[in-house]
């Protein structure tokens, strides 16, 4: 990937959340401005970028509908996973499905589900069965 650009209602309201979920993945915020801001982390490839931008309509987000269901994030280990929950609920992000074993999708799939502020759903999963 080399960047993902996700439109919110809040953009200052939405960047702890970011900036805590971003920063224990080792992004770094690199612009803040009033269009948006962008988290950069660097890779043997060049820059991964992640950015919020203000949205245009404050309609609530539905993953059914045309667009992004949810984004997935690789963790290292299934430590990492319950790392990350805490962080989430130090936070106070809201929690869709604990962290747990999801032998229906791969042994040793384990995984927890979140969103953002406005609904955006996603998965911080470790899965050994993935090959880096």
């Not at 992004?27 to 009033?34: Q, W």
């Not at 869709?96 to 759903?121: E, H, I, M, Q, S």
Request: glycine share 10%; with cysteine; charged share 25%.
């Amino acid at each position: 990937m080399h960047h993902l650009d996700l439109t919110v209602r809040d953009v200052e309201g939405s960047a702890p959340f970011y900036d805590a979920v971003l920063g224990f993945l080792g992004y770094r915020r690199s612009r803040s401005a009033s269009n948006g801001i962008d988290w950069d982390l660097a890779t043997p490839e060049g820059v991964c970028s992640i950015g919020i931008k203000p949205a245009r309509s404050l309609q609530e987000h539905d993953r059914y509908s045309c667009g992004l269901h949810h984004f997935a994030l690789r963790a290292d280990s299934r430590s990492d996973v319950d790392d990350m929950y805490r962080l989430l609920l130090d936070v106070g992000a809201t929690i869709l499905d604990a962290p747990t074993a999801y032998p229906r999708y791969g042994d040793g799939y384990y995984a927890v589900f979140f969103v953002d502020p406005d609904g955006l759903k996603f998965e911080f999963v470790f899965y050994p069965g993935f090959a880096t």
